[in-house]
């Protein structure tokens, strides 16, 4: 186990607005306010766009992702964190819930969903801490880790 301590920082409600896709509009926005590290949680609607739904063979040490794409309106409840990569930039991985008619999909968000009508985003920024998101050559991908 690897950890790092920080404390609460600012924290910002954000409405997105219809079309707005994530996580791009949310790394922007931490970008814009030098936000390096945060828990992220969002609810509201989603649509258009892909999911990661898992691994392609979870024994395989090369990550091939199971993509499942969402082509209309769908409710989300989802939670992140926010850390920085090896460059510094924020980077946004959120896993969501995506229900609709009784059935849910769930994944990760990074490919991209497109907001449908609202989505309510609170971003606790998290302080002091040293964690950072850097590329594991057996997986290939950007895991956190201590700075």
Sequence with gaps: ???SEGSIGRI?????????KIPDCIEQFAREKNIKAALCTMIGGVDKGTLVVGPEDGNDPIITPIL???DTAHEVSATGTIFPDEEGTPVLHMH???GREGKTRTGCIRPGLDVWLV???IIMEILNTDMLRKKEK???LALLCKG
Excluded: C, D, P, W
């Design 1 to 3: 186990m690897q950890y």
């Design 96 to 98: 969501a819930a995506l």
């Design 12 to 20: 910002f409600t954000l409405r997105l607005e219809n079309g707005e």
């Design 119 to 121: 989505g309510e985003v």
């Design 138 to 140: 057996k997986s290939g």
């Design 68 to 70: 499942h794409a969402i």
